[in-house]
């Protein structure tokens, strides 16, 4: 649980488009802003993901398996836990918690449950993802698209919890 800050209720005063895009948008800019101009196309966004696909396929046979997808994500996890200050105590929490996580993620993922995700289920969350953000649906993930979405999750988020008190 996150403790809100002071802060929060000012910045809840302002318009949503004076917000600016906080870290979940800008992530998604810069993990896909392959040619670095600010903004993510659809071209980018399906290149960046076919090869991550690809990265992931471990064995190469065309689909991967909750151990391939697990093993690809646990990589970037311990690169992450490496870079962060964290005492070891709370790396291991952490990591059992988003291998946790992944493991759900791979079920969600494969849609016909049958243990294989394939380029076809991959790309459908990657298209579900690549639509969330891209706010005014042109097919250019800006700056500005993140920050209305970040806006928008937040106050979907503030909504939920508002129904649940
Ligand atoms: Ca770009
Ligand atoms: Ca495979
Ligand atoms: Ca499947």
Redesign the pocket.
């Given at each position: 649980m996150k403790i809100l800050l002071p802060l929060t209720a000012a910045l809840l005063a302002l318009p949503a488009s004076a917000i600016a895009a906080p870290h979940e948008g800008s992530a998604f800019i810069h993990d896909y802003d392959a040619d670095h101009d600010g903004q993510v196309t659809r071209a980018e966004f399906d290149a960046a993901r076919a090869a991550r696909f690809q990265a992931t396929?471990?064995?190469?046979?065309?689909?991967?398996?909750e151990e391939?997808y697990v093993g690809e994500y646990r990589a970037r996890l311990e690169q992450q836990l490496a870079a962060s200050g964290q005492s070891e105590e709370k790396k291991e929490e952490e990591r059992q918690r988003q291998i946790r996580q992944a493991h759900v993620r791979f079920g969600v993922l494969d849609k016909d449950k049958d243990s294989k995700m394939t380029e076809a289920e991959y790309d459908a969350s990657g298209a579900r993802a690549f639509a969330e953000q891209d706010d005014d649906r042109n097919g250019i993930v800006t700056a500005t698209d993140a920050a209305a979405t970040a806006a928008r999750q937040l106050a979907a988020r503030q909504a939920k919890d508002k129904a649940g008190r």
């Open positions: 396929d471990v064995n190469k046979d065309g689909w991967v398996s391939e």
